[in-house]
Structure formats: C-alpha cells, structure tokens
T-cell receptor
Framework: GAGVSQSPRYKVAKRGQDVALRCDPI?????LFWYQQALGQGPEFLTY????????KSGLPSDRFFAERPEGSVSTLKIQRTQQEDSAVYLC????????????FGPGTRLTVL | KNEVEQSPQNLTAQEGEFITINCSYS?????LHWLQQHPGGGIVSLFM???GKKKHGRLIATINIQEKHSSLHITASHPRDSAVYIC????????FGTGTSLTVIP
C-alpha cells in the first residue's frame, strides 16, 4: 500500500520567499507529525495534528512557520519569509491512532534557502 | 538538554563484525523506536519495543526499562547496513537521538 508521501522532494528558495511543503499521510491515519532535521542532526519536533486539530505546535521555531490540516488528511507546512537557518529536511510522519506508537515517515522535503 | 542520547556518534566496522549501538533516555516513555535512515533517503522504522528483546533477521533490539537504556545489535554486518541509525522514544512527544552513522567496509 501507499506510504507517506511528501512534495516537493527538493525545494530551493531565495531568502525572503514563502514556501509550502505538502504531506500526504497514509489513508486513515489519525495523527500527523512534522519534524525538522538539520544536517547531521536528529529530527526535531515541530507540530502535531490529531485529525484536523493542531494539538501541539510548541516546536515551531517562529511565527513564520504555520501548519494546517484542514480536512484531517493532507497537511501543509508553510514557511514565510524564509531565512538561511530554515534550510533543513522537513519530515512528515503519520500514526494510525493514539493506541499505536508506530510512526510512518515520509521521504522528507529538503529545503535549501539561498 | 537531550532527552535521548546515543553512542557512538560514528562507527566504522569491517564486513562481518558484530555491531552495537547504545541509546539512553531520560523521559518517561510508552515505547522506544529504532529507525534507519540512508543518505538522501527517508526514515524506516526497524523496531518498536516497550520491554525485552526483538529480533528481525540480523538485527536485534533490547530495552531495559529500569535503566532507561536500549541497544541495537547487528550481527554479521554487511556494507548495505551502512546508514544512520536513530533511537527515538515516544511519550507525550516523540524525541529523537542525533543518530549513529554506521559505515561497514567490505
């Protein structure tokens, strides 16, 4: 079956440009997570959705970062006025439900801000 | 403050060697995960465990809840095992270690 997909896989943006990163979770998965992975580091939590509700956004580094999941399936992570320090791989993961701790990861979107 | 610590950070082994990667954590967890990430690739879940030991092929994962410690073992290592291995724990949030970069030389 289809796994978690993300698009685009690679994005190059000029500093100050807005970007939108898309995540298609596994169909029927209730929870969706966004992570940021800097080069050589482990992923860092950004935000978490249960269905359409954003239950935790404590990891978003600034108010330039915004995430939504309006219909409880596809999610978009938007970064406004990108800065060079935003360059990272942005990972999306979905989880079947709260009783199952497994997370299924997408391939990530590598964002490079010039 | 790192909720999850892994060691070593980098590991080079000869093909066929037995490999151990260690993970310690400091938060309460519901499960511990071992993940594999190939260069430029996505993350693949290897194990999820909350007690004892699990085995899949040449991979073995153990966890000691009292000591808040887990190990990932690879027997008869092969160059295709070269990847970054990440320990993560799930509780209120999902916390990741910084990963162990493994290179297996033929």
């Amino acid at each position: 079956g289809a796994g978690v997909s993300q698009s685009p896989r690679y994005k190059v943006a000029k500093r100050g440009q807005d970007v939108a990163l898309r995540c298609d979770p596994i169909s029927g998965h209730v929870s969706l997570f966004w992570y940021q992975q800097a080069l050589g580091q482990g992923p860092e939590f950004l935000t978490y959705f249960q269905n359409e509700a954003q239950l935790d956004k404590s990891g978003l580094p600034s108010d330039r970062f915004f995430a939504e999941r309006p219909e409880g399936s596809v999610s978009t992570l938007k970064i406004q006025r990108t800065q060079q320090e935003d360059s990272a791989v942005y990972l999306c993961a979905s989880r079947p439900n709260n009783r199952d701790s497994r997370q299924f990861f997408g391939p990530g979107t590598r964002l490079t801000v010039l | 403050k790192n909720e999850v610590e892994q060691s070593p950070q980098n590991l080079t082994a000869q093909e066929g060697e037995f490999i151990t990667i260690n993970c310690s954590y400091s938060v309460g967890i519901s499960a511990l995960h071992w993940l594999q990430q190939h260069p430029g690739g996505g993350i693949v879940s290897l194990f999820m465990l909350s007690s004892g030991k699990k085995k899949h092929g040449r991979l073995i994962a153990t966890i000691n809840i009292q000591e808040k410690h887990s190990s990932l073992h690879i027997t008869a290592s092969h160059p295709r095992d070269s990847a970054v291995y990440i320990c993560a724990v799930s509780g209120n949030q999902f916390y990741f270690g910084t990963g162990t970069s493994l290179t297996v030389i033929p």
